[in-house]
Structures are given as structure tokens and as C-alpha cells.
């Protein structure tokens, strides 16, 4: 299992009430914390052959609008511009999404995530208590603010002094190459609504000026690379991400995003990012600009029990996670939960284990999760016909 970036270690991992209690054979430490004992009937699942990475964090996804393709022909100077080219409801394909009920199209968002070894996400709307709050397939921020941007948001400055004490207040910002987007972080500083609660997302078109801004304030930053790239034609240098910034990465919706947040890192590799960085931006750092409390991001006695199970090919879990595809996730687990077992891991489950799975198929990756997979299929095909795809990935069961 994976202690960090750069730490596997041949150990057992014990869980009960939905946390870690310890791992035994790490160092040859098998104590439990003080004042933590197992309840209940106990079940063992053996991954031998696998690497166990902590849950991973996305920190920015519209969970709405994940059946839908890529749309825009850019680049665009800033968002603005691509969201008046698209945007237009009366037309396909956007009609036909639409017209596709939003819990429905929520639950897309989530299995999008689940599947590629999400625990936790950020989404980039309000809060949907009756979709999320209910047996949702993995934990979506609850306590955060948010703004959709300066262009598009009302009452921004209110909508950060609302957000609770503690709490992140997330908001595009940035999102384009032109001087407005350049200047956009100085307005939201003289709107006082820039400080170390401030997550920007995109933050393409900050200069140097406005980089050292952000770092003074301690604002974090989300960064897109495959849908800015996609919109923009241009993404954020890896080479102005220092090793003090407090930095998340997200996957964006499938309306400009390559597909998912293993896509993501895979991306963020490309345009230059340290490998053990990129573990980082989508474990304790993810958890960290989100202001996650719960020990999200680690495997530690004591934290809950997110978990990624995935193929090992004896590398580093930085070098394992970069390199992991759909099909190399094996399990996930949700405070302990099993809520997606690949086909080939099924036979390792206690049965009573996999109540209420059903099996879903995404690019020939065959897997169960715990989720309504015939209903979602049924809801969407009234619209959308017998080709449904979730982040430009075709499904099947």
C-alpha cells in the first residue's frame, strides 16, 4: 500500500466503522490506536498483486454534464466566448442532454468518478441534498462557497462572505488568455474576496503579477490542463507551480475535458509536472485545498477508509497511478464501503459484500458498483438513443 508518493510497503490493512484501524506488517507495527477495537462480523478481501492508493480527490466537476461530448471549436480568449458559441438549448446535442432528468445526469457525474478511483469531489454547483445526501457512489463536498466566475456570478463578494468559517470559497477565475482574464484576480481582491479560504479554478490567464499575488493571499488553485487546452489552447506552466503552492487538480465536466481525472494526470505528466507532485495534487494536497478533515488523501490509523485498489507493477505510487487506466482499477471503497469491484475482482469478495451491485461496462473495462446501472441506462436512452457515453467513454451492461 502506498504510504506517499514514493512509499509502497507489503502490510495488511484493517478497517472497521468505516476507518482505518491499523496496518499490520508495516515495520512490523500491528497495534491498533488507543481506544479503537473492530465491531461486528468481520470479512478479509485479498488484493495480493495490487497497489492500495489512498481514495483520490477531484477538485473541480460540473457532475450534471458528463454524457455530454466535448462542444466548441476553439480556441477561445476566455470562457466567455466559448459559452456564447455552445450554448444553445434549442439545439442538438444540447437539447436532447437537457432534456435528460438532472438526477439522472448527477449519477452519471458520480459513477464518472467512482470508476476512475474518486472518493471525493468537488462539484461546481449547489449542493443537490436529495441526489448527494442518499446512497451517492462517492462523497461530494458539502461545506464550501462558491461563484460560477466574476462574468457569470451574482453577488460574488456576498457569496464569499457567506461561505462558513473553515470552508473553501471556489470560483473560475482566469479562465482565458486575454488581459481581462489576466486582470480578473486583481477585481476579486478589490471585491475582498481573495484570501487563504480562495480557490481559483483555471487561473490560465494569471501573469507572474498576478501568480505572486495568489502565493501573498495563500489562495490555492485547481488546475484543468486537458479542458483548458481544449478551450483555450493554452493551460497553466508547470514551470510557475512552486513547491509551496497549495494545488489541486480536477477533471472539469466532459463538456471540454479529455474524460476523467485519471486523464487528468496523465495530462498534467505531459505538460511537465513532477510525477510525486501529481500524487500529491490528487491526495493530501487535493484534500488540503478542499479543506477535507476527515484524513482524506492518506492511508493513516485513524483516517476514513477511501481506498483505491489498482494493478502494481512494482514502481513507485506516483509511477503506478500515472500509468493506471480504467481497467487497472480493481476496487474503490467509500468509508470503507466496497462501491466498485472490477469483474476479475468479484471472486475475492465475500458476497454479502456485493448487495445491490450491478455490472457496467466503460471501453471493454467491465466492473460492478453500487448504483441503479439499468436505470441510469434506461433514463438516458429516451433522449440520447443506445449510444451513451460518460466523458466521451461509450457504456454498455
Known sequence: MALDSSTPVRADLEIADGRIVRLVGQNGNGRRPKGTKSKGPSADISVEGCLILPGLVNAHDHLEFNL?????????????????????????????????????????????????GVTSVCHHNPYEETTFGGDFPVRVLRRYGWAHSLRFGTNVRESFLSTPPGAPFVIHLGEGTDRVSQREIF?????GALDSRTVIVHGVGLTARGHALRRRRGV?????????????????DAALIKRGDRIALGSDSALTAEGDLLDEIRAAKREGMNPNRIYSMVTESGANVLRLEDGEGTLRPGSVADLAVVSWQDKTPAETLIKTRLEAIKMVLVSGRPQMVSAQMTPCCPQELLHEFEEIEVEGASCFVRAPVGWLLKESRKFLGSDVRLAGKRVRT
Open 187 to 191: 477585481d476579486l481582491g478589490a471585491l
Open 220 to 236: 490555492a488553485l485547481v488546475w484543468c490542463p486537458t479542458s483548458n487546452r481544449f478551450t483555450l489552447g493554452a493551460t497553466l
Open 68 to 116: 455530454f461530448p466535448r462542444l466548441g471549436c476553439g480556441p477561445y480568449s476566455n470562457f466567455e466566448q466559448w459559452a456564447n458559441d455552445i450554448f444553445h438549448p434549442e439545439r442538438s446535442p444540447v437539447r436532447e442532454h437537457l432534456a435528460i432528468p438532472k438526477r439522472v445526469r448527477l449519477w452519471w457525474g458520480g459513477l464518472k468518478n467512482l470508476l476512475s
